[in-house]
């Protein structure tokens, strides 16, 4: 009868060890297969992410770039010299608007004062 009761613990621990040995291995693959590629596949996500970002930021500017580009260049002369920093009187002041007038109006916009 003893020996009935040993084969059978020895029988229980086979199988206590097959089973143990079994979840360690499904935990090794899980630790060393599959949690490293889920952090790859979701660091490759984020750079689609941001290159599809990137690639509606480009379909808004690429007009914009066109439209600046295609505008022709203003040659700003070299000869300009620097004028020396005076305070305005205020007849001086109460000329800017009127000489400003003309250029806002040529550019499409009106002066508030």
């Known amino acids: 009868m003893r020996n009935r009761v ?5 029988s ?18 899980f ?4 949690r490293p590629a889920k ?5 490759l996500d984020r750079q689609i ?3 599809e970002l990137r ?4 379909k ?12 022709e260049l203003i040659d700003i002369p070299e000869d300009l010299s620097i004028a020396e920093k005076s305070g305005l009187s205020k007849e001086e ?3 800017i608007i009127p000489r400003f007038k003309p250029f806002a109006v040529q550019a499409g916009l009106t002066t508030v004062s």
Request: glycine share 6%; hydrophobic share 65%.
């Open 60 to 71: 808004i500017i690429v007009p914009v770039y066109q439209g600046l580009a295609a505008q």
């Open 31 to 34: 630790v060393l297969l599959i």
């Open 49 to 51: 992410a941001e290159a």
């Open 12 to 29: 229980q621990r086979g199988m206590f060890l097959i089973i143990t040995m079994g979840a360690l291995v499904l935990a090794l693959f």
């Open 55 to 58: 690639e509606e930021k480009m």
């Open 39 to 43: 952090v790859s596949i979701e660091a």
């Open 93 to 95: 002041i109460a000329e």
């Open 6 to 10: 040993v084969e059978m613990l020895k």
